[in-house]
C-alpha cells in the first residue's frame, strides 16, 4: 500500500497516511482539523525483490564468466 503525504494549509504540519489506492484522499488535518493538501514526495525508491530477476543482472564480465565456468553454460547465453 502507498504512503501519502499530507500538509495542512492551517498549521503547515505534515504528516503521512498508509492508504490503499482505492482510499479517498484525506481532506482534515489530523492535528488541528484544518484542510490538507496532498505533498508529492520527491524521495521515490524501488526495491525488487523475490523470483523473476536474474542474479547475474549488471555484473561485471569477469562475475559473469566465472558463473557460465562454473555451471558449465556458455558465457554469452547469460543476460
Do not use: T, W
Not at 542474479?55 to 559473469?64: F, G, L, P, S, T
Request: contains cysteine.
Amino acid at each position: 500500500m502507498p504512503i501519502r503525504e499530507y500538509r495542512c494549509k492551517k498549521c503547515g504540519y505534515e504528516f503521512e497516511e498508509i492508504q490503499m489506492f482505492s482510499d479517498p484522499d484525506l481532506s482534515r488535518c489530523v492535528k488541528c482539523g484544518g484542510r490538507v493538501e496532498k505533498v508529492f514526495s520527491r524521495n521515490v525508491s524501488a526495491h525488487f525483490k523475490g523470483p523473476g530477476f536474474y542474479e547475474v543482472d549488471n555484473r561485471k564480465r569477469d562475475y559473469k564468466d566465472a558463473y557460465a565456468k562454473e555451471r558449465g553454460v556458455d558465457k554469452d547465453s547469460i543476460p
